[in-house]
DNA sequence: ACCTGAACACCGTTCAAGT
DNA sequence: ACCTGAACACCGTTCAAGT
């Protein structure tokens, strides 16, 4: 909020950390140039200096953002724990920038793997490699978690904001009596799991899907590896 | 192409239909409602008296889409063999109109589940409730499956995008020409399963992935309901 | 009631002019 | 070289005026 009198020069780096804030204040709609500008106490045209528009600078943040949480402790833990630590990672980045998951989304929808997402994706295949997963099923394995993970971190996160600062619980029971006034015959899935939706924890959930996804890969890989099935 | 010289009086069908053709020729950028309007033969006012705003035109296209999509023979077929259906028909549906993949992104990232992504769950838990799945694991399950669906779906659409009517042999080897060069210590994961991805056919692998998030759900399932495992 | 299209309030981006 | 901010070419949306 502090309007800063340009006490340093322009950086990109700057800008970057600008837009972070306007992005966790304001959503994506939020992030203008004349908005960010005014953050930066410049004139729109100066931020074209340092970042060529608005696709970079997005990309920038989500990289930003990404780039953090995919930092580990490094200490050589189990493949499955340093996945369930990277999972958690991007759930609780996602939680706290909830625009980065739209924005991860888009980036694979516009190619085929770029910036921020091939970093996740090298992040989550380097373990793979080592759970005893078969080579041929590395590549489909490893976008299986990734799609789980930003799926699921994104959605945790969209429910988290359409509460409006509601209690959680309130939330989730409005959901689940949502899906509960649904007509029987059409929707019998969507009924019947909405007892499920009333009381759960969100971050316990996110991780019992991460190892639905790993029970996967074992499985494929039994015939391999043989067991780390305890 | 053609601008019809409004034969018949303006609805929302009509509107909606335009909306699809302008978006698979020009991608979403290219839906503006002047564009729109110029193609029905009308003022861009006109469509405000069918359709509240944008995004309920582009939910309302995506929701045309999916439908389609979703609309099955019927036959009771196995659930495994109507998982694949559904999948595969909505790997096709996005390889028709690529837009509507960041469109189901954005709108799962929106908010819990609406429209046309709640159909999407619902049509997969369906059959994910017949697959011996314990009662618990329905709803992780099938997000999962609708997470993997959509996002590899999402990604195959976009690399043919990028392709600008290129052969597909091509693209694929220039992808992992790139993957190849990438720096050996900082991204081992991609350079080992970049010659896997040299030579596949894209349905084919994408049925792969579906059927290991399903062994994920054999695989947690079995406690329960013994094998389907042949 | 439905349509028309000019007008309004924005937006990303550019660019002459300044330092 | 970097910055400034007015100007340009758009956009979604509104609304008086028509039929």
Known sequence: MATRKRTDALTRARIVDAAIAVLDAD???GLTFRALSQALATGPGAIYHHVSGKGELLDAATE???????DLPGGGAAPREEVHALALG????????PWVAAQLAAQLARTSAHGASLRILEALGRR?????VPREHWFTTTTALLYYVLGAAGQ???ARESSGGDDRAAVLAREADAWES??????????AVAAQMRDHDDREQFTAGVDLVLAGIAASGARVSGGSAR
């Open 27 to 29: 959503e994506e709609a």
């Open 64 to 70: 930003a953002v990404v780039t953090a949480a995919l």
């Open 90 to 97: 991007l759930f609780d980045a996602i939680d706290d920038h």
């Open 128 to 132: 793979v490699m080592t759970l005893g």
């Open 156 to 158: 945790n996160a969209a």
């Open 182 to 191: 649904l007509p029987a015959e059409d929707f019998p899935f969507l009924r």
